[in-house]
């Protein structure tokens, strides 16, 4: 299969923090983290990350806590639309 990892998320595991926008790996609407190294998920194919540590935005809030970074977007009015917010924590 030739599925991206934004597809997978999406379509197999119910997962919408990461998004594809710009479908050029720019924008970074669907960063995602590989084993700890930030990818573009609409770029990235999901068969590379067989057996890797996969982290999303959905990762980021710990026993149902915001993270420090997503606290301060909430403080400052930042998250606008949230298409490229995914990238941004």
Same mark, same amino acid.
């Given at each position: 299969?030739?599925?991206? !990892?934004?597809? #997978? %998320? @999406?379509? @197999?595991?119910? %997962?919408?923090?990461? @998004?594809?926008?710009? /479908?050029? $790996? =720019?924008?970074?609407?669907?960063? #995602? =983290? #590989?084993? $700890?190294? &930030?990818?573009?998920?609409? =770029?990235? =194919? /999901? &068969?590379? #990350?067989?057996? /890797?540590?996969?982290?999303? !935005?959905?990762?980021?809030?710990?026993?149902?806590?915001?993270?420090?970074? +997503?606290? &301060?977007? %909430?403080?400052? $009015? /930042? &998250? +606008?639309?949230?298409?490229?917010?995914?990238?941004?924590?």
């Amino acid at each position: 299969m030739h599925q991206t !990892i934004v597809e #997978v %998320l @999406r379509d @197999r595991f119910d %997962l919408f923090g990461a @998004r594809e926008s710009c /479908a050029q $790996g =720019l924008c970074g609407c669907c960063t #995602v =983290l #590989v084993d $700890g190294k &930030a990818v573009s998920g609409c =770029l990235y =194919l /999901a &068969a590379f #990350v067989d057996g /890797a540590k996969v982290v999303t !935005i959905e990762h980021m809030a710990s026993d149902g806590k915001l993270s420090v970074i +997503q606290e &301060a977007f %909430l403080e400052c $009015g /930042a &998250a +606008q639309c949230g298409f490229c917010t995914p990238g941004l924590c």
